[in-house]
C-alpha cells in the first residue's frame, strides 16, 4: 500500500512538473506572439506611411503638372490675343474714330 501511494506521489509530481513545464512554454509563446504582433504592427505602419509619402508625391506632381500645363496653355491665350489685338489695333481705332467724329 505505502507503494502504491509513493507511486501515485511520483506520478503527482510529473504531472505537476508537466503542467508547469506546459505552463511556462505557453507563456514564452504568448510573450513571442505578442514581439510577433508588435514586428508586424510596426512593419505595417512602416508600409502605410511609405504608401501615404508616395500617395502625397504622386499627387503634388499631379497637381505641378496641371499647373504647369495650364500655364502653358494661358500663355498661348495672351499670345494669341496680343497678336490678335496687334492686328486689329489700327481697325479699332479707326472706327472708335469714325464713331466719335459722325
Known sequence: MNEIINRLNEIEEKADAIISDAKS???KRM????ADKKKI???FEQDEQRA???LKEKLIREGE???????E???KAIKKFEQAFAQK?????EMIFRQIVQ
Open 25 to 27: 512554454r505557453k507563456e
Open 31 to 34: 510573450q513571442q506572439l505578442e
Open 41 to 43: 504592427d510596426a512593419e
Open 52 to 54: 501615404a509619402q508616395e
Open 65 to 71: 503638372e496641371h499647373i504647369r500645363k495650364s500655364a
Open 73 to 75: 496653355k494661358n500663355q
Open 89 to 93: 489695333k489700327e481697325e479699332v481705332a
